[in-house]
Nanobody, 128 residues
Framework: QVQLVESGGGLVQAGGSLRLSCAAS????????MGWFRQAPGKEREFVAA????????YYADSVKGRFTISRDNAKNTVYLQMNSLKPEDTAVYFC?????????????????????WGQGTQVTVSS
């Protein structure tokens, strides 16, 4: 089992920045892939970014590429999502997710069903 707790959400103006954090516990952090998803009202949960357990492989949704950066600190059991140049369409609840992995560079499919563990989410609101 993996427990995930997100933090860092809030209200920001368009063009601003936020950094989300997700603290993990319950399983060796360095053996799990971490991802971020988001869900806006009335929409399906969508993939945002993922990082392999080594940190050497990352993958981003086209909508955030060049603006968001995912990173992890295995010593702190924490994954981060740095979000810059935020847009109103980035408004959503952001979820941290985890998937067990036996390969240091592997990433699951960028779909919610590829991840086994989820946090409760943190709200990000970008005003225009």
């Amino acid at each position: 089992q993996v427990q995930l707790v997100e933090s860092g959400g809030g209200l920001v103006q368009a063009g601003g920045s936020l950094r989300l954090s997700c603290a993990a516990s319950g399983r060796t952090f360095s053996s799990i892939v971490m991802g971020w998803f988001r869900q806006a009202p009335g929409k399906e949960r969508e993939f945002v970014a993922a990082i392999s357990w080594s940190g050497g492989t990352t993958y981003y949704a086209d909508s955030v590429k060049g603006r968001f950066t995912i990173s992890r600190d295995n010593a702190k059991n924490t994954v981060y999502l740095q979000m810059n140049s935020l847009k109103p369409e980035d408004t959503a609840v952001y979820f941290c997710a985890a998937a067990p992995s036996g390969d240091s560079s592997w990433l699951p499919v960028p779909r919610a069903w590829g991840y086994a563990y989820w946090g409760q989410g943190t709200q990000v609101t970008v005003s225009s």
